[in-house]
């Protein structure tokens, strides 16, 4: 596993289960939300830049609590951090984002994800 594209390969399966055959895209979903376990979320993402270098830092929270993941083109593997409390993740998703400001980075982008 010398090569990164192949770190990736065994993280990031290309041919999910969730893959139409016919279409090519993704399915909508709504065979696997069956149990209705699945709880509502939001997503907040910050696309940074700096010295043309783009930068990712990703904020999803919900009732059990909240994610941080951070992907910077300076190191090898995106990296995530998980909080019980949502107030408590979108503080340090805030505290982040004020710290990468601080250091050079500009913001091209804050807000939900953007599709299409």
Same mark, same amino acid.
């Given at each position: ?9 065994? +993280? ?12 090519? %895209? ?9 149990? *209705? ?5 939001? /997503? ?7 010295? *043309?270098?783009?930068? +990712? +830092?990703? +904020? ?5 609590? *909240?994610? /941080? ?8 593997? #995106?990296?995530?951090?998980? %909080? ?24 091209? %982008?804050?807000?939900? #994800?953007?599709? *299409?």
């Amino acid at each position: 596993m010398n090569d990164f594209e192949d770190h990736f390969d065994d +993280l990031i399966d290309d041919e999910t289960e969730t893959e139409t055959e016919s279409t090519g %895209y993704f399915a909508s979903g709504e065979e696997d939300d069956e149990d *209705g376990d699945e709880e509502p979320f939001d /997503i907040q993402t910050a696309v940074l830049s700096k010295n *043309g270098m783009l930068a +990712l +830092l990703t +904020l999803k929270t919900g009732e059990s609590g *909240g994610q /941080i993941v951070r992907f910077d083109p300076r190191q090898p593997l #995106p990296t995530a951090q998980r %909080y019980d409390d949502e107030a408590e993740a979108a503080r340090w998703f805030r505290r982040s984002l004020a710290t990468s400001l601080k250091n050079g980075w500009t913001v091209v %982008y804050d807000g939900e #994800p953007l599709f *299409g």
